[in-house]
């Protein structure tokens, strides 16, 4: 099989990349580069399996020979890179993902969008369900990005009902792990990067807002299941193991083994006060859940940056 992975040098298109390549595919990356990392997939560049294609998906393309499977995962997604790319996200979301499907379409491709829990907003049910339609702020700073995922998600069903394309849909959850950048401004390598460097730990708020992180691995499996199946509405993929981003600063400080100050700062505007996914619909469909607890992921995950803070 031939797999193309847009933002395929991102942090999790680079773990899928290795994936559909441990599962025998001929992987094609495809990547500008503009908050994806070279670095994430250097060790593929002498894999005869592999091919790095140097692009941004926003632009139309055109790609010799068959290709089977197509998965969407181009687009700025930390809440700092989206509103520094405010423009280049509402592109890649809904031209990004017109140029996919279309490229799909030619092939006779499966296809594969990495939507996002930020299609709910801020919510108002809790957790979140994939019948719930949303509480998002189309003009606020985080409008770019929901929105054009939003679209994405329609395009993504008008290509399945008009062309009869074998879509997917999936909605990414809080996700964590090795190769994230530690400057993508996530909760996640801010306070990792903070409790290294011995700083104090900023966070947003009073703290009382929750999260609910999944392992890198555990989402890649949920996403290597559902693309062979033949199920087309959106299917949550997260760990519902939630906690608030306060408690959440405390593990990191325990863990990191120093002695950490917290340093409260204001809440960005639109900031979500809750997100948990329900993930019933992943359990039923693909026999799906997360694995690695959070202890055991951040343990992996502050190695990896303490790692890269060392190189
Ligand atoms: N956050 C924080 N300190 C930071 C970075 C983020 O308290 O240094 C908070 C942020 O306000 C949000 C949560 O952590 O409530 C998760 O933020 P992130 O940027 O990781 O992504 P989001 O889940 O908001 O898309």
Redesign the pocket.
């Known amino acids: 099989m031939r797999t193309l992975i847009t933002g395929g040098a991102g942090f999790i298109g680079s773990h899928l990349c290795d994936r559909f390549i441990a599962e025998g595919h001929d992987v094609l990356c495809l990547d500008n580069f503009i908050t994806g990392n070279p670095v994430n997939i250097h060790h593929l560049h002498d894999n005869p399996r592999f091919t790095l294609i140097r692009h941004n998906i926003s632009n139309h393309i055109e790609i010799d020979g068959p290709i089977d499977n197509i998965l969407h995962f181009a687009s700025p997604a ?3 890179d989206y509103l520094r790319h405010p423009i280049p996200t509402l592109k890649v979301g809904s031209l990004g993902t017109h140029n996919s499907l279309g490229l799909a379409k030619a092939k006779n491709a499966r296809f594969l969008l990495a939507s996002t829990s ?1 299609v709910y907003g801020d919510p108002e049910r809790h957790p979140q369900r994939e019948d719930y339609w949303g509480n998002v702020n189309p003009i606020g700073i985080r409008g770019v990005y929901d929105e054009a995922k939003r679209f994405a998600e329609a395009m993504t069903m008008a290509y399945h009902r008009s062309h009869g394309i074998n879509t997917h849909i999936i909605r990414i959850f ?1 996700t964590y792990g090795p190769r994230m950048r530690l400057d993508d ?4 390598p ?2 990792m990067g ?1 409790a290294l460097r011995g700083e104090s ?5 009073d ?1 009382s ?1 929750t ?1 609910s992180f999944c392992y890198v691995s555990d989402l890649v499996e949920g996403i290597f299941r559902l693309l062979f199946k033949d199920f087309h509405e959106p299917v949550n993929l997260g760990n519902p193991n939630e906690v608030s ?1 306060l408690d959440f ?1 405390k593990e990191i400080a325990s863990l990191s083994g120093h002695e950490c100050r917290i340093e409260f ?1 204001p ?2 505007q639109d ?2 006060k809750v ?1 948990k996914p329900d993930i019933t619909r992943a359990r039923t469909l693909l026999g799906w859940e997360p694995k690695v607890d959070r202890q055991e992921g951040m343990r992996q995950t502050l190695e990896y940056f303490r790692g890269t803070m060392r190189a």
């Open positions: 930390s809440p700092v930020e809080n401004g996530r909760v996640v801010n306070l903070q730990l900023t966070v947003y708020g703290g807002q999260r981003i600063a700062k809440l960005p900031d979500p997100r």
